[in-house]
């Protein structure tokens, strides 16, 4: 659970920064080089985060840019 949220701050900062071109999961995963044993992690994460409304489908922060919280996991 704690790994999603990491990942989630790191997607949300990727996202956020200047020059950023959105990409697919695959391709985040690659630029985070989270392990290839991981990065179904990585599309998990995209999927939660555009769901609750905190990155758009064009990678666009949205929301108050705070990553899911416990409550939030099921």
Same mark, same amino acid.
């Given at each position: 659970?704690?790994?999603?949220?990491?990942?989630? !701050?790191?997607?949300?900062?990727?996202?956020?920064?200047?020059g950023?071109?959105?990409?697919?999961?695959?391709?985040?995963?690659?630029?985070?080089?989270?392990?290839?044993?991981?990065?179904?992690?990585? !599309?998990?994460?995209?999927? !939660?985060?555009?769901?609750? +409304?905190?990155?758009?489908?064009?990678?666009?922060?949205? +929301?108050? +840019?705070?990553?899911?919280?416990?409550?939030?996991?099921?």
């Amino acid at each position: 659970k704690h790994v999603l949220q990491d990942l989630e !701050r790191a997607i949300l900062e990727l996202v956020q920064s200047p020059g950023y071109q959105a990409v697919k999961p695959k391709a985040i995963a690659k630029q985070l080089q989270v392990p290839a044993e991981e990065s179904h992690l990585v !599309r998990k994460a995209v999927k !939660r985060m555009v769901s609750a +409304g905190l990155i758009g489908e064009v990678g666009l922060a949205a +929301g108050d +840019g705070e990553p899911l919280g416990e409550q939030e996991l099921n």
